[in-house]
T-cell receptor, first 114, second 116 residues
Framework: DSGVTQTPKHLITATGQRVTLRCSPR?????VYWYQQSLDQGLQFLIQ???????AKGNILERFSAQQFPDLHSELNLSSLELGDSALYFC?????????????FGPGTRLTVT | AQKITQTQPGMFVQEKEAVTLDCTYD???????LFWYKQPSSGEMIFLIY??????QNATEGRYSLNFQKARKSANLVISASQLGDSAMYFC?????????????FGTGTRLTIIP
């Protein structure tokens, strides 16, 4: 158990809908990262938040957005869903120290768009 | 841009043998970090080992060691005395660090199957 929690574990929804994925980082970790794992794209970085502020953006679609709240939990919002958005979405957290560290991943949310 | 290459899509290894999973990388950064993660069939990503670009010694964590050859830009994972529970996907990743923007770039992974 990494200490990172993600809800829900599974999500099935229809095209055009909007969903929210939730992540709680490990206690004390200020950074939260979102990754998408799909069969055709592999594991891709989406976005990073540090203590409530957006720090880095990867290949995140405009239909997707995220935020980190004062209690450090984070939400990833996916809207106007398409079949190709079906994937495993991971949240990871770390303590930023500017030196060696590791990102701990949550169990993931498996999103299926039908 | 950073790139991670894992050239072995799949490997089959006899139980109790050692196995080396290949990873090469490309970066223009002087400071970077390399990670290995394990993803069992259940789907979670498990951190295994980390190597910093300035670390002079190869990282080790129990049965895992990282064979870091900076000049060749390779960071191979070595698993000693493989066990059935080692069967999983293994991902090599690189940390791109730019003023606190710490994203990971992943390779395509190697599926390791341990044969009893």
């Amino acid at each position: 158990d990494s200490g990172v929690t993600q809800t829900p574990k599974h999500l099935i929804t229809a095209t055009g809908q909007r969903v929210t994925l939730r992540c709680s980082p490990r206690s004390g970790d200020l950074s939260v990262y979102w990754y998408q794992q799909s069969l055709d794209q592999g594991l891709q970085f989406l976005i990073q938040y540090y203590n409530g502020e957006e720090r880095a953006k990867g290949n995140i679609l405009e239909r997707f957005s995220a935020q980190q709240f004062p209690d450090l939990h984070s939400e990833l919002n996916l809207s106007s869903l398409e079949l190709g958005d079906s994937a495993l979405y991971f949240c990871a957290s770390s303590v930023y120290s500017g030196e060696a560290y590791e990102q701990y991943f949550g169990p993931g949310t498996r999103l299926t768009v039908t | 841009a950073q790139k991670i290459t894992q050239t072995q899509p799949g490997m089959f290894v006899q139980e109790k043998e050692a196995v080396t999973l290949d990873c090469t990388y490309d970066t223009s950064d002087q400071s970077y970090g390399l990670f290995w993660y394990k993803q069992p069939s259940s789907g979670e990503m498990i951190f295994l080992i980390y190597q910093g670009s300035y670390d002079e010694q190869n990282a080790t964590e129990g049965r895992y060691s990282l064979n870091f050859q900076k000049a060749r830009k390779s960071a191979n994972l070595v698993i000693s005395a493989s066990q059935l529970g080692d069967s999983a996907m293994y991902f090599c990743a690189m940390r791109e660090s730019n003023f606190g923007n710490e994203k990971l770039t992943f390779g395509t992974g190697t599926r390791l199957t341990i044969i009893p």
